[in-house]
């Protein structure tokens, strides 16, 4: 289930999937970045003086940013207690320990 936080001006759908944001689709961000801690800052309100967070290279405005971050934080919860998504991350660091041994 997906939740729609904005469309871009180019018609671009940005979209809370799962624990992620997606642009068009393809992932965009895992979490969002608060313009005031952002390295890039000053081009950012420039560009897009309402911007509060950023969602990888789309800035959301206070209301965009709420959506997206309601959206995030069901989404962490919903893995959190959902069964089938708890074995599915243990089945992935399973892999990951496969690969990498060392990794502990």
């Known amino acids: 289930m997906s939740v729609l936080v904005k469309t871009t001006l180019d018609g671009r759908k940005l979209e809370v999937f799962d624990q992620g944001l997606t642009l068009g689709g393809v992932l965009e961000a895992r979490e969002l970045v608060a313009v ?12 897009a003086p309402d911007a509060i967070y950023m969602a990888g290279r789309v800035p959301l405005n206070a209301a965009e940013a709420e959506i997206a971050l ?3 934080e069901e989404a962490e919860a919903r893995h959190l207690t959902d069964p089938r998504l708890i074995e599915e991350r243990f089945r992935r660091l399973a892999w990951k320990r496969q690969r990498d041994p060392g990794l502990d």
Do not use: S, T
């Open 70 to 72: 309601k959206a995030l």
């Open 36 to 47: 005031a801690e952002h390295p890039n800052r000053a081009k950012i309100l420039e560009v």
